[in-house]
């Protein structure tokens, strides 16, 4: 059996699960998210627990196995805690800003980029003293894990953070691998 797979996940009290024909709903104290699943895996609940278990062990059924599990284990973690993404612009004059629920950045475009969030997610945003100034920190948080992420991705995106200097928008805990820049910074003046 997948390792993944035949771990159980754990229901906090206070969550509700509903199964019915290959659909699951869980609800929780931040929300309600629901999800298909695929047709030969199958999801009991039992003593305070969901089971996922599968028919046999063709490849593609064990491959479904781990990813039903792992949806279903980040459904229930999202409606009891959440997620969070964060984000940090770094360069001169770039900063973000709130504009209803929109978020407003300011990266060195002409014009400021504006990105709207879907209904369950939203965005907090926080300055931070660094080495060189301020930077601005932004906080992509939701319910659903692969929306948190795809927003934090198209965030990220809009600037990417380049080598030599370290400016752009990036992960908090991504590391930027620097190059050295030009031959007369790195190893002295040129003959």
Same mark, same amino acid.
């Given at each position: 059996?997948?390792?993944?797979?035949?771990?159980?996940?754990?229901?906090?009290?206070?969550?509700?699960?509903?199964?019915?024909?290959?659909?699951?709903?869980?609800?929780?104290?931040?929300?309600?998210?629901?999800?298909?699943?695929?047709?030969?895996?199958?999801?009991?609940?039992?003593?305070?627990?969901?089971?996922?278990?599968?028919?046999?062990?063709?490849?593609?059924?064990?491959?479904?196995?781990?990813?039903?599990?792992?949806?279903?284990?980040?459904?229930?973690?999202?409606?009891?805690?959440?997620?969070?993404?964060?984000?940090?612009?770094?360069?001169?004059?770039?900063?973000?800003?709130?504009?209803?629920?929109?978020?407003?950045?300011?990266?060195?475009?002409?014009?400021?980029?504006?990105?709207?969030?879907?209904?369950?997610?939203?965005?907090?945003?926080?300055?931070?003293?660094?080495?060189?100034?301020?930077?601005?920190?932004?906080?992509?948080?939701?319910?659903?894990? #692969?929306?948190?992420?795809?927003?934090?991705?198209?965030?990220?995106?809009?600037?990417?953070?380049?080598?030599?200097?370290?400016?752009?928008?990036?992960?908090?805990?991504?590391?930027?691998?620097?190059? #050295?820049?030009?031959?007369?910074?790195?190893?002295?003046?040129?003959?």
């Amino acid at each position: 059996m997948s390792r993944i797979g035949r771990q159980p996940i754990p229901v906090p009290s206070g969550v509700k699960i509903e199964l019915a024909d290959h659909h699951i709903t869980v609800s929780g104290p931040k929300g309600t998210l629901s999800r298909e699943f695929r047709q030969p895996i199958s999801i009991e609940q039992q003593d305070g627990q969901l089971l996922v278990t599968r028919p046999n062990d063709d490849p593609e059924v064990r491959a479904l196995h781990g990813l039903t599990r792992s949806l279903v284990a980040n459904m229930v973690t999202g409606v009891t805690t959440g997620f969070t993404r964060s984000l940090q612009m770094t360069g001169v004059g770039y900063r973000a800003q709130l504009m209803g629920k929109n978020l407003v950045l300011q990266v060195g475009y002409s014009h400021p980029v504006e990105v709207a969030p879907p209904p369950d997610v939203s965005f907090t945003i926080d300055q931070v003293q660094a080495q060189r100034g301020s930077e601005s920190r932004v906080h992509v948080q939701g319910i659903d894990k #692969a929306a948190v992420g795809e927003i934090a991705s198209r965030i990220r995106n809009v600037r990417p953070p380049e080598p030599y200097l370290g400016k752009g928008i990036r992960y908090t805990d991504e590391v930027i691998r620097r190059k #050295a820049g030009k031959a007369g910074k790195a190893g002295g003046k040129k003959k």
